[in-house]
């Protein structure tokens, strides 16, 4: 059973910064790739970064690209979400998500590509 356990969100004020972190465990091997998505009230899931575990490629959402850095401890089995220059409208529940398989086989960003999820955790930003 893979356990990911988020943490480092917050209240910020527009133009702040905050690092969420997440760790994995209960993983021998880590799956092809990790990520982060996030969920506003009464909004959809949607993805913003995704790292592929091994070889470090990183994916983003067009909203948060150049705001946003994905990134991830190897040893630790921690990935983590630089998030700088906040906005109003990135207030939301953030969660990590570990890929499905060990290779690639479906998109990256799809909810569905992923099958164990966080907890999630509330980043709050005020403008």
């Known amino acids: 059973q893979v356990q990911l356990v988020e943490s480092g969100g917050g209240l910020v004020q527009a133009g702040g910064s905050l690092r969420l972190s997440c760790a994995a465990s209960g993983r021998t091997l880590m799956s092809y790739a990790m990520g982060w998505f996030r ?31 994905i990134s991830r ?5 921690t990935l983590y ?3 700088t220059n906040l906005k109003p409208e990135d207030t939301a529940v953030y969660y990590c998500a570990s890929y499905r398989t060990y290779v690639f086989s479906t998109s990256l960003t799809a909810a ?8 999630g955790t509330q980043v709050t930003v005020s403008s």
């Open 112 to 119: 569905g590509s992923y099958d164990y999820w966080g907890q």
């Open 73 to 77: 401890d190897k040893v630790k089995n």
């Open 81 to 83: 979400l630089q998030m």
């Open 39 to 69: 969920q506003a009230p009464g909004k959809e899931r949607e993805f913003v970064a995704a790292m592929t575990w091994n070889v470090g490629l990183t994916y983003y959402a067009e909203s948060v690209k150049g705001r946003f850095t």
